[in-house]
């Protein structure tokens, strides 16, 4: 990839897509009916609901983030960002119990960083309709060669990169210095042709598939960031603000 862009891929991203904190009740119904349209009713990760919404225990301490079509009719991918327990810091994340026997507590220990101070990302999911590989039933929001294209075609994996960015943007809102993840074995080799160092902390696991147990250092993100992908963070960056900025109801 050239560091020349062909597209600013901020003004891209705004012609297409709008990123922004789920806060009202309505939007994050909007998160738990993709949730629900992506891991249930199409891929067959959890059981299909007649409420057509999929949540789990650890959405009460999680932030959310959705992302629409531009003109804000079509809902198009979301992801959350899973915090510590305040009443109960020790209570582990998702990854912390899934991936217990992988972890490789030499790189990092979890349970002895500040508590407060980490976070998980998870839930991404992406609509159908908005997936570059039509008909893809193997994964909720992955990231692949040929979404890049090739020199005659250039392309870029708008969605999961932006709910990736969004969590990020989002876990420095909160304070948050380590995010961890479940990744797509080759997810850390196509975020590394952005600038993005996902550590792997672990062996592989099956967890809707092989997952390998990762990390980010939050305040690496954007120092990483190769040229080319930085407009696209301050795009998500000042959408993000913008909805946080309104005020409530």
């Not at 991203?13 to 939007?27: G, S, T, V, W």
């Not at 870029?156 to 960015?165: E, G, M, R």
């Not at 390998?212 to 250092?217: G, W």
């Amino acid at each position: 990839m050239s560091d020349t862009p062909r597209l600013n891929l901020g003004d891209g991203y705004k012609q297409y897509f709008e990123i922004a904190p789920a806060l009202a009740p309505d939007r994050v119904n909007d998160v738990f009916f993709i949730r629900h349209d992506v891991y249930a009713r199409e891929l067959g990760f959890e059981p299909v609901r007649q409420d057509q919404r999929e949540t789990d225990k650890y959405d009460y301490r999680s932030q959310h983030c959705l992302v629409r079509s531009a003109d804000g009719t079509r809902l198009a991918g979301c992801a959350r960002l899973v915090l510590t327990d305040p009443a109960h810091p020790a209570a582990p994340l998702p990854f912390e119990l899934t991936c217990q026997n992988t972890l490789d507590r030499s790189i990092i220990d979890p349970a002895a960083q500040p508590r407060g101070r980490i976070a998980e990302v998870s839930r991404l999911a992406v609509m159908s309709e908005f997936r570059r590989r039509k008909g893809e039933q193997q994964s909720e929001a992955s990231i692949s060669d040929q979404d890049f294209g090739d020199q005659k075609q250039p392309r870029f994996p708008y969605l999961p990169v932006s709910l990736y960015i969004g969590a990020v943007l989002m876990a420095k809102r909160h304070g948050i210095d380590t995010l961890f993840t479940l990744t797509e074995p080759r997810l850390a080799e196509h975020f590394g042709k952005l600038g993005v160092n996902i550590i792997p902390i672990g062996g592989p696991g099956e967890h809707r598939g092989q997952r390998v147990p990762s990390m980010l250092r939050v305040d690496e993100v954007y120092q990483g960031l190769r040229l080319m992908v930085r407009p696209l963070w301050h795009t998500i960056d000042a959408q993000l603000n913008a909805a946080y900025a309104q005020p409530a109801g």
